[in-house]
């Protein structure tokens, strides 16, 4: 058979990973286990997501399972990737308060799926999207004073474990409250150096304020990264699981509060008033959180990090559409990510505004 007419497998299709899941599953639970329902999620721009259904002989019967298996891509938007901070941060925080899957296996090798990768469960519920049309609201009050609260109280839970007596702290590598802010303005602009083709005078303005203005954090804690409307699924009235994780790391805890802030994940009520991730005030937050979290948020701490995480997402988007320039990512959502930087530079210019 000539090369030309030999048939080559995608690695990472539905099929070559269904085969690849009853392999790693039949050597890890002793017993053949049998894949169902295959199939790969549109959502999400960085790790490759799969739902499926495993099933196999258990020590009191047959078992069934709902699972979700993420890869890592190599030629992804954040490759090379781990999957084990994540993995660590969601097994550690399981059952204090933090509604997040259940995790079973990962590595940070290629050898069982071609890349780094981890299995959860999957859970129940839909993302509620932060885009409504203009004279709407996301959720009718009562719905919204429920998930808000259970939002909140979800975050002041994350920022208060105590990750230093856990697994987690293996991640540490000397982050401090002195140098958290630096340390997450260095590895951004370090991203932005290695994507960018061209230079933006308000983005190098941005990164000479945010490096001359880092505060110092109340304390270091894990910080979600990409804490908002849209990661979160909701069943009901009631959050069942806060997702993607990807950005997990040790931070200032402001970071997460300032990235609920931003005015792209919000929406006005039919009375006027901007409530963050279309479920609360920012006083209420500042208010509720800090009931629940025991730390008096600075405002000025916020503003500083609402600024730094437009600049996040302007490298974000940078990154997406470069990655898909170099052929390295064919998902034609990152392109698309492309069209969204004057949009995003906009929101940037607006919050150097507020912190001038």
Same mark, same amino acid.
């Given at each position: $058979?000539?090369?030309?007419?030999?048939?080559?497998?995608?690695?990472?299709?539905?099929?070559?990973?269904? &085969?690849?899941?009853?392999?790693?599953?039949?050597?890890?639970?002793?017993?053949?286990?049998?894949?169902?329902?295959?199939?790969?999620? =549109?959502?999400?721009?960085?790790?490759?997501?799969?739902?499926?259904?495993?099933?196999?002989?258990?020590? =009191?019967?047959?078992?069934?399972?709902?699972?979700?298996?993420?890869?890592?891509?190599?030629?992804?938007?954040?490759?090379?990737?781990?999957?084990?901070?994540?993995?660590?941060?969601?097994?550690?925080?399981?059952?204090?308060?933090?509604?997040?899957?259940?995790?079973?296996?990962?590595?940070?090798?290629?050898?069982?799926?071609?890349?780094?990768?981890?299995?959860?469960? @999957?859970?129940?519920?839909?993302?509620?999207?932060?885009? /409504?049309?203009?004279?709407?609201?996301?959720?009718?009050?009562?719905?919204?004073?429920?998930?808000?609260?259970?939002?909140?109280?979800?975050?002041?839970?994350?920022?208060?474990?105590?990750?230093?007596?856990?697994?987690?702290? &293996?991640?540490?590598? #000397?982050?401090?409250?002195?140098?958290?802010?630096?340390?997450?303005?260095? @590895?951004?602009?370090?991203?932005?150096?290695?994507?960018?083709?061209?230079?933006?005078?308000? /983005?190098?303005? =941005?990164?000479?304020?945010?490096?001359?203005?880092?505060?110092?954090?109340? #304390?270091?804690?894990?910080?979600?990264?990409?804490?908002?409307?849209?990661?979160?699924?909701?069943?009901?009235?009631?959050?069942?699981?806060?997702?993607?994780?990807?950005?997990?790391?040790?931070?200032?805890?402001?970071?997460?509060?300032?990235?609920?802030?931003?005015?792209?994940?919000?929406?006005?009520?039919?009375?006027?008033?901007?409530?963050?991730?279309?479920?609360?005030?920012?006083?209420?937050?500042?208010?509720?959180?800090?009931?629940?979290?025991? $730390?008096? /948020?600075?405002?000025?701490?916020?503003?500083?990090? &609402?600024?730094?995480?437009?600049?996040?997402?302007?490298?974000?988007?940078?990154?997406? =559409?470069?990655?898909?320039?170099?052929?390295?990512?064919?998902?034609?959502?990152?392109?698309? $990510?492309?069209?969204?930087?004057?949009?995003?530079?906009?929101?940037? &210019?607006?919050?150097?505004?507020? /912190?001038?």
């Amino acid at each position: $058979m000539t090369r030309s007419s030999q048939s080559v497998r995608d690695p990472f299709s539905e099929a070559v990973v269904g &085969e690849r899941l009853a392999a790693f599953l039949s050597q890890r639970h002793g017993a053949a286990t049998q894949i169902e329902s295959v199939k790969r999620y =549109t959502v999400g721009f960085s790790w490759m997501t799969y739902g499926f259904v495993a099933s196999w002989a258990g020590a =009191t019967g047959p078992e069934r399972h709902r699972l979700v298996l993420r890869i890592g891509p190599p030629t992804g938007l954040f490759a090379p990737y781990l999957a084990s901070p994540e993995f660590t941060v969601l097994h550690a925080v399981q059952g204090h308060g933090v509604p997040v899957p259940g995790v079973h296996f990962f590595s940070d090798g290629s050898e069982d799926f071609g890349a780094p990768f981890f299995i959860a469960e @999957h859970m129940p519920g839909t993302a509620p999207l932060p885009w /409504v049309a203009p004279g709407q609201e996301a959720f009718e009050p009562a719905l919204r004073a429920r998930l808000a609260e259970q939002f909140v109280s979800s975050l002041a839970a994350l920022h208060r474990f105590d990750w230093q007596h856990s697994p987690v702290a &293996e991640f540490a590598t #000397h982050v401090t409250p002195d140098n958290a802010a630096a340390r997450q303005v260095a @590895h951004w602009e370090e991203a932005l150096r290695r994507w960018q083709l061209r230079e933006y005078p308000v /983005v190098e303005q =941005t990164l000479s304020w945010l490096k001359a203005n880092c505060p110092q954090a109340p #304390h270091v804690a894990i910080v979600h990264g990409d804490y908002r409307i849209g990661n979160f699924l909701v069943e009901q009235d009631r959050i069942t699981a806060v997702l993607d994780w990807e950005l997990v790391h040790l931070g200032d805890p402001h970071e997460d509060l300032a990235f609920m802030c931003l005015r792209a994940f919000g929406g006005k009520a039919l009375d006027g008033r901007f409530l963050v991730c279309h479920l609360l005030t920012r006083e209420a937050l500042y208010e509720r959180y800090g009931a629940l979290s025991g $730390m008096a /948020v600075r405002p000025a701490s916020v503003l500083f990090y &609402e600024l730094f995480n437009a600049f996040k997402l302007f490298v974000i988007h940078v990154g997406a =559409t470069r990655c898909f320039e170099d052929g390295a990512f064919t998902d034609l959502r990152m392109p698309a $990510m492309g069209a969204q930087i004057p949009r995003v530079l906009l929101q940037i &210019e607006k919050a150097l505004e507020a /912190v001038a």
